[in-house]
């Protein structure tokens, strides 16, 4: 089937009020935007396993620091081996804005780090399953091309401003590939020596205006030291700085941490439009999300302790699911904290004694084997193993396969030293 042109689907969710940042300027800008390509990330029976260290003290002091540190030299350190993940089994599908839940510890940014292959390796003391992109497996070197990770931290340049960090982050990563696609489209010559002329990338203006920064742009970023942009408008030019890049994925490490509800819900609705309008595949995860951002996703995948795969599917049908087990979300309760209480010990608390013929609550582990035979899973998932099949099937056709993904970096040695010292000037 032949793919809408990106221009043509922007105008779409513009005309259909979905979103408020895709306003008229802004459809006219989009025919020199890169339309990312559809790309179906499928796992199967991953599990990844960690080692961690084991103090021999509870309390950790001078004294027993000295301790530590003498027994690790002539005993060696103390390690225990423990399940991050376990037989995961899924595909995300592009297009699909996707939420990962569960509680504290349960995997949820492991699961992340493994897609975007940016596990610690220091951690990981044994992985085993696939990790494909359309069917295919990539070259863990090229997957940070194919993938973007915006991690839970705001790390920046303090004193550049907000439009400089997206500019660098642009130019570092995409700026050679984009004249290229540029000049494939036919943009115009004169845009093109505007671009050079003015340093104005048009997809740099796009994302100051998806992510609410126009305002501030020429406001530094700040830190405890230099003041700056409020919280929220740091998460966002965090997540706009990692989007910029043209990659296929992008995976967002519970960017909702330090801030408010409100703050939380405009960044995901303007996340949600980008990932509908690009159809690109966007996997997302908070930590006790309210209802109303929930409801901005089209699917949920929630994990249970020890990394067990509880759940994947739209989330309008993971209420119905679970009642199959007793499980029932009282009104007075949100739903994101009703399915983390589920995989924990609290969930007798929400178990309807008798609804199903259900005796007595299952533990996750129960879940996370039935959800591998339920119907859901053979109806919903199942299919998208083809879909990712059918999509790679023609090597010289698959996007993983073309540029700029063959490529380790966004740019030569030469431009990525010439804009290190560009920035160099503008820090001092």
């Known amino acids: 089937m032949e793919r ?3 221009s043509d689907r922007i105008t779409k969710v513009h005309k259909e009020g979905i979103d408020d940042w895709t306003s008229d300027d802004m459809v006219k800008m989009a025919g020199t935007l890169i339309d990312p390509p559809n790309v179906y990330v499928s796992l199967q029976h991953v599990s990844v396993e960690a080692e961690v260290a084991i103090s021999k003290a509870e309390y950790l002091t001078v004294f027993t620091a000295v301790v530590n540190g003498v027994s690790s030299i002539f005993g060696g350190e103390r390690k225990k081996r423990t399940v991050v993940l376990r037989d995961i089994t899924t595909v995300f599908e592009p297009g699909r804005f996707c939420l990962v839940l569960g509680p504290p510890g349960c995997g949820k940014s492991s699961l992340l780090k493994f897609v975007a292959a940016r596990a610690d390796a220091s951690l990981v003391a044994r992985t085993t399953g696939k990790l494909r992109f359309n069917g295919v497996e990539v070259d863990p070197k090229m997957v940070p091309r194919v993938v973007t990770l915006v991690p839970q931290q705001d790390v920046h340049t303090p004193v550049l401003t907000v439009k400089q960090t997206l500019d660098f982050a642009f130019k570092c990563t995409d700026l050679a590939h984009a004249k290229k696609m540029q000049h494939e489209k036919g943009v115009s010559k004169q845009t093109m020596q505007e671009t050079r002329r003015t340093g104005n990338s048009p997809k740099v203006a796009i994302f ?13 970023v700040g830190d405890s030291e230099h003041r700056g942009v409020s919280g929220g408008e740091k998460k966002r030019v965090t997540s706009a700085e990692h989007l910029l890049q043209t990659a296929c994925v992008s995976v967002l490490d519970e960017i909702s941490t330090g801030l408010d509800s409100a703050a939380t819900y405009d960044i995901c609705k303007t996340l949600g439009g980008l990932c509908r309008a690009t159809k690109s595949t966007s ?6 999300p309210p209802p109303d951002v929930v409801s901005l996703f089209d699917d949920l995948l929630l994990l249970g302790p020890g990394g067990n795969l509880v759940y994947h599917g739209p989330v309008t049908a993971c209420a119905g699911y679970f009642e199959q087990f007793g499980f029932k979300c009282p009104e007075q309760v949100d739903f994101a904290d009703f399915l983390v209480d589920i995989c924990s010990d609290d969930a007798a608390i929400h178990f309807v004694p008798g609804m199903q013929s259900v005796a007595m609550p299952p533990s996750c582990i129960e879940m996370a084997e039935r959800w591998k035979r339920s119907q859901m899973f053979h109806a919903f998932i199942q299919p998208r193993f083809a879909q990712a099949v059918a999509n790679g099937s023609d090597g010289s056709k698959n996007s993983v396969n073309q540029a700029p993904f063959t490529s380790e970096f ?8 010439s804009l290190n010292i560009g920035r160099h000037f503008q820090v001092l």
């Open 4 to 6: 809408t042109p990106l």
């Open 208 to 220: 100051l205006k998806m992510f609410g920064l126009e305002r501030c742009k020429d406001t530094i």
């Open 283 to 288: 996997i997302v995860s908070l930590l006790q």
């Open 410 to 417: 966004g740019a030569s040695f030469v431009e990525l030293l």
